[in-house]
Nanobody, 118 residues
Framework: QLQLVESGGGLVQAGESLRLSCTTS????????IGWFRQAPGSQREPVAT???????NYADAVKGRFTISRDTAKNTVYLQMNSLKPEDSGVYYC????????????WGPGTQVIVSS
C-alpha cells in the first residue's frame, strides 16, 4: 500500500513563505494525479495544486502566482512552495496521489498544519 508523509507546515506571519514536502513510501511509476489539497476548519477539503500524468498543472485560483508545485522523482517527493501567505491559506494541507502503479488507488497523507497569522 502506498504511504505518504507530509512535512513543512508551521506557524508563519502573513507575507512569509513555507515549503511543504510529501514523500511516498515507494516510487510511483504511473499515476493519474499527484497534488496538494487543504482543509480549513468547518470547510470541505479542496484542491490547491495538482499535476497530472501529462505534466499539466492546475492551481486553485486563490493561490495562482503564489504557490508552486514541483516533483523530485529521485527523492520520491513532491513539494508545494507557498509564498506571500495569507491568513486564508491556513488549514491542514494533505498530499494526494491517485496512483496506477505499483499500488493502484487514491492515497492520502495524514496532513500538515499551516497557520498564517495576520
Amino acid at each position: 500500500q502506498l504511504q505518504l508523509v507530509e512535512s513543512g507546515g508551521g506557524l508563519v506571519q502573513a507575507g512569509e513563505s513555507l515549503r511543504l514536502s510529501c514523500t511516498t513510501s515507494v516510487t510511483v511509476f504511473r499515476f493519474l494525479t499527484i497534488g496538494w489539497f487543504r482543509q480549513a476548519p468547518g470547510s470541505q477539503r479542496e484542491p490547491v495544486a495538482t499535476v497530472n500524468a501529462n505534466g499539466r498543472i492546475n492551481y486553485a485560483d486563490a493561490v495562482k502566482g503564489r504557490f508552486t508545485i514541483s516533483r523530485d522523482t529521485a527523492k520520491n517527493t513532491v513539494y508545494l512552495q507557498m509564498n506571500s501567505l495569507k491568513p486564508e491559506d491556513s488549514g491542514v494541507y494533505y498530499c494526494n496521489v491517485n496512483a496506477l502503479s505499483p499500488y493502484p488507488g487514491n492515497a492520502w497523507g495524514p496532513g500538515t498544519q499551516v497557520i498564517v497569522s495576520s
